[in-house]
């Protein structure tokens, strides 16, 4: 029972840095804007994130060095996509790719470093009642923000004004435009935040996840949360429990390889993306999901004078 | 609208797996180091009429900055320079993928006019082969294969030393009897790892249990600390990994247990955490290779398996919490190892299926440790794939 509540916590745990950085990818691509670029941004936020934490002793101003950093890599994405209309996919590819080089490169110095000794973090009052106390009450404070971050983007979205502009230019720009809002500041603006928690979500992984960092540490996460918006149809409560599913599932595997059981760890090792393959399928099938929920402008430019 | 917005995520799904295959590209993507520094040392000492220096380079796997397996190979290249001077002149090209752009990397090598080659993973095996049949006068020196010809040697180290000596400091620190271990490939040389570990914890405390998880990977610090955890969680207290980075040393440090330092000495990560590193040490390998060439001793067809013996072997900064009679016990392994009065693979040696694979007193000699694949008593479940 006890290394089940464990399991759960390792699932939570696993799935923050999916489910972060799946948000920022929603709110880009609710505004009509795919950036493949995730990965890329996530990485150089690492080094960013790493680099901060371990010159000023604090994880908190590294979360806010590796927002700053995924908004600025957003930043000049979001001016290549929306001001000079290039191909929004080449785009994040380059940036993908360059963010994977541009981090290796600052943090030839970081490799050997290292940050003070994690502790466990104690929910206080909550964290010592059985089972559900080490299930959900010991876990870093970014866990229950990333809870409060996916309910405040779907009230954001579903009930603000702004959130309805928001979702009008990732569904007709041109309609959003004749009605006077400036689409490409709205854009841009959304891009930038998105850029923002990926990076939030490249700091968690080296500075509390795994505390270092390595060349390419964040291997591959970055593309999985991208495939999460589309697992979730675009919906923030879906991103999070696509991400604690994708976390469980990561987790299972090592679980049940522990407990001895008789599958080869090369197959439990493929069980995540299977799942995701899956449910991809079964979404893709049901058109109206799709048609319901993918904002119908996404990955296209936009010219103002058309 | 239907059509449209299918038609945008056909578009989407291919260019994802567009996206996908310039990733796994780009990671392979091979960044050239600038050669080293010594290059301009050499082109101003001109006025003495000196030997030209011997050209050796290395071809490394990771970056150098991995802290791990590469880091230690260009450590002892660095020794190697430090030992040497000028009479010679290394250079080495990090992140070289395994397979066919290796070979592009090892021509290129040759064309530079490096006399020794040094490969430092066992992918680079037959595109090294290739360029080694082509050029007989450059000689040629791959890390963990077992192709060898006339101007190429292979060369590994006894990393199971290392990882019995860290299953002996375990044995004596563990409270739950339980040991974890993250796997990295389900190799024999990783199995024998495990299965080394096990015997050595074992030899202080006989009813200890060895729990494996594979990750399928040499380096993945996300994973490795995925796996860690569970282990923890399953109830280990002492981890040892035989993956490339700190994560699983990290991780145990965030949960107040203990682990080890593998490849290279891993104790500023975590030094609450850190038992004791298995450090590998290459450089009096390259340095006595080198000097053969130098003296023009050195022969092809060769296979070098070095270990604490020859100094290539060692663990390192071993923790104050580890009892001195322990330390004691480690002092000792060394000395027998050295002069060859201990044998860590001596029978009777038992399968964890119940087999006698080496009997009383038969010591297994290195086409044996080549070859192991099962877990040893001890060790919980399967070897994947294994019987």
Same mark, same amino acid.
């Given at each position: 029972m006890? +290394?089940?509540?464990?399991?759960?916590?390792?699932?939570?745990n696993a799935g923050t840095v999916l489910a972060i950085a799946g948000l920022g990818l929603l709110i880009n691509e609710r505004?009509?804007?795919? @950036? &493949?670029?995730?990965? =890329?941004?996530?990485?150089?936020a690492a080094i960013a994130g790493?680099?901060?934490?371990v010159h000023t002793g604090s994880d908190w101003? =590294?979360?806010?060095?590796?927002?700053?950093? =995924?908004?600025?890599?957003?930043?000049?994405? =979001?001016? &290549?996509?929306?001001?000079?209309n290039t191909n929004q996919y080449a785009s994040g590819l380059a940036l993908s790719l360059f963010g994977a080089g541009f981090s290796a490169f600052a943090g030839i110095n970081y490799t050997q470093q290292k940050l003070s000794e994690r502790g466990q973090f104690h929910v206080p009052g909550l964290a010592d009642i059985p089972f559900v106390g080490p299930a959900l009450f010991r876990e870093h404070p970014m866990v229950y923000i990333t809870i409060a971050l996916t309910a405040a983007l779907a009230w954001f979205l579903y009930r603000s004004r702004a959130g309805l502009v928001l979702r009008a230019v990732g569904e007709s720009p041109e309609s959003a435009h004749a009605l006077g809002y400036p689409v490409r500041r709205i854009r841009m603006a959304a891009v930038v935040a998105g850029g923002a928690l990926c990076g939030v979500a490249g700091a968690y992984l080296s500075v509390i996840y795994t505390p270092l960092w390595v060349e390419g540490m964040v291997a591959g996460k970055g593309w999985i949360a991208l495939a999460l918006t589309t697992f979730a149809t675009w919906r923030p409560a879906r991103v999070l429990l696509g991400a604690y599913l994708f976390g469980g599932v990561t987790m299972l595997q090592f679980y049940l390889q522990g407990r001895g059981v008789e599958i080869p +760890?090369?197959?439990? +090792?493929?069980?995540?993306?299977?799942?995701?393959?899956? !449910?991809? !399928?079964?979404? +893709?099938? @049901?058109?109206?999901?799709?048609?319901? @929920?993918m904002p119908a402008s996404l990955g296209k430019p936009f010219f103002p004078g058309s | 609208m239907t059509l449209s917005s299918k038609r945008a995520l056909l578009r989407l799904a291919g260019w994802s797996t567009l996206a996908a295959t310039a990733a796994l590209v780009g990671c392979g993507k091979n960044e050239e180091a600038a050669p080293a520094p010594q290059a301009q040392a050499s082109a101003a000492s001109a006025p003495a009429p000196k030997p030209e220096p011997l050209k050796i380079a290395f071809a490394y796997v990771g970056p150098v900055g991995d802290g791990g397996w590469t880091f230690a190979h260009d450590n002892?290249?660095?020794?190697?320079?430090a030992h040497f001077g000028d009479k010679i002149q290394t250079s080495f090209v990090e992140k070289v993928p395994e397979g066919a752009d290796a070979e592009r990397v090892f021509r290129d090598m040759v064309s530079q006019g490096n006399k020794l080659i040094f490969g430092t993973t066992f992918g680079y095996m037959e595109p090294m082969l290739k360029v080694a049949a082509d050029n007989p006068n450059v000689k040629f020196e791959h890390a963990t294969g077992y192709k060898r010809a006339a101007n190429m040697n292979t060369y590994d180290s006894r990393t199971y030393e290392g990882a019995y000596m860290a299953g002996v400091v375990a044995g004596a620190m563990t409270k739950t009897k339980t040991l974890g271990i993250v796997g990295s490939i389900p190799i024999p040389e990783v199995i024998r790892n495990i299965d080394s570990f096990t015997l050595g914890a074992q030899s202080v405390n006989p009813h200890v249990k060895v729990r494996v998880v594979w990750v399928n990977d040499w380096f993945n610090p996300p994973k490795e600390t995925e796996a860690a955890q569970s282990l923890i969680n399953g109830g280990a207290d002492v981890l040892f990994q035989n993956t490339d980075s700190s994560a699983v040393l990290q991780t145990a440090a965030k949960n107040k247990k203990y682990a080890f330092g593998w490849?290279?000495?891993?104790?500023?990560?975590?030094?609450?955490?850190?038992?004791?590193?298995?450090?590998?040490n290459w450089a009096p390998y390259y340095i006595q290779t080198t000097q053969d060439v130098l003296d023009g001793k050195w022969v092809g067809n060769k296979a070098s398996w070095w270990g604490v013996k020859e100094g290539a072997i060692d663990l390192v900064s071993i923790s104050d919490k580890v009892p001195a009679e322990t330390k004691a016990k480690i002092d000792q392994i060394k000395a027998g190892l050295k002069d060859g009065s201990f044998s860590i693979w001596k029978g009777p040696?038992?399968?964890?299926?119940?087999?006698e694979e080496l009997k009383k007193d038969e010591v297994a000699d290195d086409k044996f440790l080549g070859g192991i694949n099962f877990y040893v008593k001890g060790v919980e479940g399967k070897v994947p794939g294994g019987k």
């Open positions: 006890h +290394s089940f509540a464990l399991l759960i916590a390792a699932t939570l505004a009509g804007i795919v @950036n &493949l670029g995730a990965e =890329g941004m996530m990485l150089v790493f680099a901060t934490a101003l =590294g979360f806010g060095a590796g927002a700053l950093a =995924g908004a600025l890599l957003a930043a000049a994405f =979001g001016v &290549l996509v929306i001001w000079l +760890s090369q197959f439990l +090792s493929m069980l995540p993306y299977l799942a995701t393959i899956v !449910v991809l !399928v079964a979404i +893709s099938r @049901n058109a109206i999901w799709i048609r319901a @929920n | 002892a290249r660095k020794a190697l320079q490849d290279s000495d891993m104790s500023a990560y975590a030094p609450e955490a850190h038992l004791a590193s298995s450090v590998i040696i038992v399968s964890n299926a119940g087999k």
